[in-house]
């Protein structure tokens, strides 16, 4: 069992926790017109998904709040997904919006313990939109789909007019199959639980951002887009049962995420602020430009809320693949602060850790 290193020993005191006494008011959100925010990964977001879609087309497999759906056709148990890409520039350091559209579909498949195996892909596309830029485009989505082991097996094409678009939208759905006996899925967190990460943080926003604005910083910064699949296999190989939840930190970055997680377990979350790792050139980035990379999004990155008595195990195993080879326990969850994420910063103290509510970065994705 792995946990923060001056934990050890403790007992759970009687004494009330400060933080359950701290009240924040909610900011108005209420708006007459969609905004940027609401598709930042938010606050707004959410509130935006689950007050009117959800709470439209009410299905079980919506309510769930997931990435992927679960499904069962006729004793067949599926996973299915969609997403749609307007990410700006449309090439930028490390990837593109056609291989970020396949990776992000496919990693939002594994995350429910699906194995992916087909996509569709639609493109909307604005007159005048350079061919030799489409064929890059589309070359980069066949090379991440023959990496990542899917068929893109259906399309559409759609163009409007010169300016009702910008260059090209991309929406990719898919299709896995969920050939475990067990559940992956938030409903199965519980106090005790370890909290893993698998690498660096923030890496594609900043990226992103960094092209979009003409940046330059010390030291190369590139997304860290990619297919998660096969590194699943191996945390569901290695871990089995004791894999509880996972979760691709992508709009909103870890932040999100973890609120999703305590929000539907109705758990609290502690994370250690220096377990948490960053690179360098990354943090200086969100440093200079006022980001904090707890909500800046990534694209080749996951987050799993396993049993404590596998915690290591997996740990050791997700770093023996290249895309986990700097995977930490990051934190743990607990009984107390239900509903809220907590950091522990390096300096000792306790920062309260929430959705932003706002845009922190438009278009990342």
């Not at 449309?90 to 559209?101: C, R, S, V």
């Not at 992508?250 to 973890?258: F, S």
Request: hydrophobic share 40%; glycine share 10%.
């Amino acid at each position: 069992m792995i946990r923060s290193p001056d934990r050890e020993g403790t007992q759970m005191s009687d004494k009330p926790d400060p933080v359950d006494l701290l009240s924040c008011p909610l900011p108005i959100s209420d708006f007459k017109s969609v905004q940027l925010a609401h598709g930042a990964g938010g606050r707004l977001m959410n509130d935006l998904i689950r007050k009117l879609f959800v709470a439209t087309f009410d299905s079980e497999e919506l309510n769930r709040f997931e990435d992927a759906a679960r499904i069962d056709v006729e004793g067949c148990r599926l996973a299915f997904s969609t997403d749609s890409y307007v990410v700006d520039p449309i090439f930028f350091p490390g990837g593109d919006i056609g291989e970020l559209a396949v990776n992000g579909t496919v990693n939002d498949l594994c995350m429910s313990g699906a194995r992916p195996l087909f996509l569709s892909v639609g493109f909307i596309l604005e007159e005048g939109f350079p061919l030799e830029d489409l064929h890059r485009v589309v070359t980069s989505m066949r090379h991440a789909a023959d990496c990542a082991g899917v068929t893109i097996s259906a399309g559409d094409t759609k163009v409007v007019n010169r300016g009702k678009a910008d260059k090209i939208f991309i929406n990719t759905a898919g299709i896995g199959v969920l050939n475990r006996s067990f559940l992956v899925a938030p409903e199965r967190i519980a106090p005790g639980d370890s909290v893993i990460l698998s690498g660096s943080i923030a890496d594609h926003g900043v990226a992103v951002l960094s092209r979009r604005e003409g940046l330059s910083f010390e030291g190369a910064i590139e997304s860290d887009t990619a297919p998660l699949n096969r590194l699943v296999e191996t945390m569901l190989e290695s871990g089995g049962e004791g894999i509880h939840a996972m979760r691709d930190p992508t709009r909103g970055g870890l932040a999100a995420a973890l609120n999703e997680f305590a929000e539907a377990a109705g758990v609290g979350i502690e994370i250690w602020e220096e377990s948490i790792p960053v690179n360098e050139p990354v943090a200086g980035a969100c440093e200079l430009l006022g980001l904090d990379p707890l909500h800046v999004a990534n694209e080749g990155k996951l987050l799993a809320v396993v049993a404590p008595d596998v915690a290591s195990q997996v740990v050791e195993e997700m770093r023996r693949n290249p895309l986990g080879r700097d995977a930490a326990v990051i934190g743990e969850v607990g009984p107390r602060r239900r509903g809220l994420v907590s950091m522990k910063t390096r300096v000792g103290g306790i920062r309260i850790v929430d959705m932003l509510v706002g845009e922190q970065l438009p278009r990342i994705c």
